[in-house]
């Protein structure tokens, strides 16, 4: 079974939302893009694009496969129905967050460098090889300046990437890997240079570019691979809400975006709708899902005079409310204050090529020096002494260990991206390798956040037919748990269906009035009106003319294999707690079935901070998996952390890793994969190392040739790239069910085709 | 040495080509959508050369 999204319904956007969020491309041309998760094939692309040419107003409509999205360009005030028209088609479309352009940039910037500079490693080095193979004299002079030129602007454009990271490391005073890279490649460059001016016969110019353009590999690779999990999550549908239809003193409405609602309007929020702000209610009544605020599982009814937080859904009935409060002050930006006051293990971790290479730039520039000082105290010879401790900085040139690092977290995400998890950034797999404790939140993680029909066996099967018939008119979580039950053909044809918010759904049928909902609503004959007693065991019942023909119980679901998750998380050494906004006879349901070491019921979004302080201060490492709004600053205060793909926006976006599918396993999954990377990731710098104490006597000795180091550097770098590839073949394959289709895009073709 | 005074232009000049050829694909959004790009192959467009936008 796919993901289930029921439980955090997906509203259409509407016109004025799609209008908002529409980029004006100048002489009245507007440009939208939409996030089409279910985009799949050929025949989509053709079937979409021709549909929405089709439409008025619209100029041009493409498909982006590889993204799943669609750009729209239309003209005019009314903006065209394409929501509407895709989702005739089939295809539930959304908005997304736009782009940042920024790192687009980064990106066509690092792929250049790898162009410019693959073409000068590869011209440079055929140069190189006529002169290793005896050319001489005034031929070889003529190949190293060749050289040298070719070498400029790749250096100039390639190199520049480096130079820049170095310089920016070296003025805040920290250490990173680029600094030995940008001395070794300038000093190379101007050793040969010198060189070639003086008829010399050792030029590296092959050596310095054909390292930068490995390095290059490595470094667009890893921004890939980002790049893609950044996409896929940000092609999810958009959960808080843009805006909201804003009535005015006369009586007519606006649609406003939530920056510029303030205290005191009023807005009216339809069936479906999230709350935008904070608020009180003037008019309605309804049931408010806060699963995915306060991780209470059980719907809140709620009646005029109440206040409700930004962030819930309205399930049931419209309603209006008076703002009290404006976006920036509301519960949404307070977790956002809460989330960036608590950021500390993720700022203060020091990755480990970072913390490899503030012990390995001094050495190696210590060991170049010493060679220096040695040659010339030795032989008195200056130029000499220049050339072999430049030789031992070229040959110290962390190329191996440059690669180390991102070579194997690319192979490792590129594993996970399989499996429906994505992976922000390498360092991110680092922290989680290293965790001890996990804290879950109930609702919506180790739960879908989502009621389940517990007792449907001992229902008459012909009221139960006849709620689940009901049902399917209500999007209340308990309608949509009955209304699964639905298929049983001998209940009457209802007539007249109308839903009465706060209480149930009301049906006629053959002259009988049918009421499915709450008991004291719903059974008005019987005497065991149970008012108040809303959720739990005998809260909700079907009744035939006032008398109660059944009842129903409800529990919110387990999500699939939470608790082989656990159980593989204990086996991997790892204390497993949960932290819950829900009452503690829920939590310790839960508990006890998923066997959880220890929980804490009734926090708030501060509480979890709190406690997930405390473990951090009593030395552990904390990972946290979380889904809702109230979890949000507890994800930023963890070592590291995990969100479901149903999350709210922003837990989404401060979350490490987000995992797509319904199944829990992508927790241990994880864990296992960035242990295993975390090995491959000493192994091979052991294998750099290794190769630093063969290589390094041999260049202080000055039996260094170009020919030698080219060869030298090579051989490291694949050694090092062929034990990360032993990552993608050495694990089990996906372990909990196989994925049908195209393996990297079944994770969002899951999501996609359930809600 | 004679022939590669020009020998050595020549080459340099074939892959220089090369090069600005794969930056001008890049430029003009080749690489966007590689996944589209495959199955786009197989789409048959009725209404001749229809001018559609890459998007930017």
Redesign the interface.
């Known amino acids: 079974m796919a993901l289930d999204l029921d439980n955090v319904t997906s509203v259409l956007p509407s016109s004025q939302e799609i209008k908002l969020a529409s980029r004006s491309l100048g002489g009245g041309l507007r440009?939208t893009?939409l996030s089409v998760p279910m985009v799949h094939?050929?025949a989509c692309?053709?079937s979409i694009?021709t549909a929405i040419g089709k439409l008025d107003h619209v100029?041009?409509a493409?498909?982006?496969?590889?993204?799943k999205?669609v750009?729209i360009?239309w003209r005019g005030e009314e903006v065209p129905p394409f929501v509407a028209t895709l989702g005739r088609l089939g295809y539930q479309a959304h908005l997304f967050d736009p782009e940042v352009e920024e790192k687009d940039k980064t990106l066509?910037e690092l792929?250049?460098a790898v162009?410019?500079a693959g073409?000068a490693a590869?011209?440079i080095m055929?140069l190189s090889v006529s002169v290793w193979s005896g050319a001489e004299g005034?031929?070889r002079d003529?190949f190293h300046w060749?050289s040298a030129l070719?070498a400029i602007p790749a250096l100039a454009f390639a190199g520049g990437i480096y130079f820049r990271s170095a310089w920016n490391a070296l003025r805040h005073g920290r250490m990173n890997m680029d600094v030995p890279i940008a001395v070794g490649v300038s000093l190379a460059y101007a050793m040969s240079l010198y060189e070639t001016i003086n008829h010399g016969d050792h030029a590296y110019f092959d050596a310095s570019v054909s390292l930068l353009f490995f390095l290059l590999i490595g470094r667009t690779l890893d921004h890939v691979m980002r790049e893609r999990a950044r996409t896929a999550v940000n092609g999810l549908s958009r959960l808080a809400a843009r805006g909201a239809m804003m009535l005015r003193g006369d009586g007519a409405c606006d649609y406003l975006p939530v920056g510029e609602i303030e205290p005191g309007m009023h807005m009216l929020i339809a069936a479906g709708e999230r709350i935008p702000v904070d608020g009180t209610i003037i008019h309605g009544t309804s049931d408010l899902d806060c699963s995915l605020v306060s991780g209470e599982s059980t719907p809140k009814n709620v009646a005029p005079g109440e206040a409700v937080q930004a962030g819930v859904l309205n399930l049931t009935g419209p309603l209006t409310i008076e703002a009290t409060a404006a976006a920036k002050d509301s519960f949404l930006a307070e977790m956002v204050r809460l989330m960036e006051a608590a950021e500390g293990g993720r700022a203060r971790y020091r990755r480990i090529a970072d913390r490899v290479s503030a012990l390995y730039a001094p050495v190696v520039h210590l060991t170049a020096l010493v060679t220096f000082i040695g040659w010339i105290l030795a032989s008195g010879d200056w130029h000499r002494a220049i050339t072999i401790a430049i030789a031992v900085l070229i040959i110290t040139c962390p190329c191996a260990l440059g690669l180390a690092v991102p070579i194997v977290q690319v192979v490792a995400a590129r594993r996970l991206f399989e499996n429906g998890v994505m992976v922000k950034d390498g360092s991110a797999m680092e922290r989680l390798a290293t965790i001890d404790t996990a804290v879950f939140d109930k609702t919506g993680t180790l739960t879908l956040g989502q009621p389940r029909l517990v007792n449907a066996s001992s229902i008459n099967p012909t009221m139960l037919a006849m709620a689940a018939e009901m049902a399917a008119h209500s999007r209340h979580p308990f309608s949509k748990a009955i209304a699964g039950f639905a298929g049983y053909a001998g209940q009457p044809i209802l007539d007249a269906v109308s839903e009465h918010p706060g209480f149930g759904i009301e049906a006629t049928a053959e002259g009988d009035t049918w009421r499915l909902g709450r008991r004291g609503w719903a059974g008005w004959k019987a005497r065991t009106g149970g008012e108040g007693k809303f959720g739990g065991v005998g809260g909700t019942v079907l009744s035939k003319n006032g008398t109660i023909v059944a009842t129903f119980a409800f529990e919110d679901a387990l999500r699939a294999d939470a608790r082989t998750a656990i159980a593989q998380l204990r086996d991997a050494k790892v204390r497993v707690e949960m932290l819950s906004g829900d009452t503690a006879i829920a939590c310790g349901k839960v508990a006890a079935t998923l066997d959880v070491d220890r929980f804490v019921p009734c926090l708030l979004p501060s509480g979890k901070v709190e406690e997930i302080e405390a473990l951090a201060r009593a030395g552990h490492k904390v990972l946290m998996v979380g889904d809702g709004l109230n979890d949000t600053p507890a994800l930023g205060a963890a070592h590291v952390s995990f969100a479901p793909a149903t999350a709210a926006d922003i837990g989404r976006n401060a979350a490490d890793f987000v995992f797509l599918r319904e199944s829990l396993s992508a927790v241990p999954l994880a864990l296992d994969v960035s242990r295993q990377a975390g090995r491959l990731i000493r192994q091979n710098i052991a294998i750099a190392v290794v190769y630093n104490t063969i290589a390094v006597p041999i260049a202080i000795l000055g039996h260094v040739t170009p020919l030698i180091a080219a060869i030298a550097m090579s051989a490291s770098s694949l050694l090092v790239i062929g034990n990360a590839l032993r990552l993608q073949g050495s694990m089990p394959s996906v372990p909990a069910r196989p994925v049908p289709g195209d393996r990297r895009s079944a994770g969002i073709k899951k999501l996609a085709h359930t809600s | 040495m004679t022939t590669l005074v020009y020998l050595i232009p020549v080459a340099l000049f074939l892959g220089a080509l090369g090069l600005f050829g794969f930056l001008w694909a890049l430029r003009s959004g080749q690489y966007e959508d590689l996944d589209g790009a495959a199955e786009r192959i197989l789409i048959d467009r009725d209404d001749g050369a229809q001018n559609v936008p890459r998007s930017k």
């Open positions: 440009q893009d094939c050929g692309i053709q694009e100029d041009a493409r498909v982006n496969l590889s993204t999205r750009s360009r066509s792929i250049r162009a410019v073409f590869g011209n055929l005034a031929t003529l060749v070719i």
